[in-house]
């Protein structure tokens, strides 16, 4: 009888700390804005739409418009892709990453999930990227 109880015990609070897990990535996918600086153009316009697809993984579509100085028409790119989360150390602090293209390090894109929701642009080296410009991609949905 023991032996059910600690079994069922241990099954409850398995389920328990899975949906904690899920509920603490479901504020995770969303549209975000922000721009980014750009040393042959005025200004880079990127939107990042994250989606879910598990409880930390899950699609993104990161469109990248590049605006110029004096002309009229901008280039736009647009790339897509799989995200994972993961908890890293930035800065010596517990933090949760979003990294775009996870599976490719060469190509891998970095963001600190902030506590304001907001995403915070890294370097390859996981270091907030420093720029005269708020380079925060700001959650819109």
Known sequence: MRKQILILLTCFFTVIAAHAQ?????TVPGVYKGNMPCEEC?????ELE?????DSTGTFS??????????KEAISSRIKGEYAIHSDVINTTKATVIVLNYDNEDKAIYYLLK?????????KEKRPITAQI???L???L
Not at 42 to 46: A, G, N, Q, S
């Open 42 to 46: 005025k200004i880079i316009e990127t």
């Open 62 to 71: 990161l469109r990248d418009k590049y605006i110029s100085e004096g002309s």
């Open 115 to 123: 506590a304001d929701g907001n995403l915070l642009p890294l370097d």
């Open 50 to 54: 994250l989606t879910y697809s598990t």
């Open 138 to 140: 700001k959650r819109l």
């Open 134 to 136: 708020d380079c925060t």
């Open 22 to 26: 899920e509920g603490k990535y479901a």
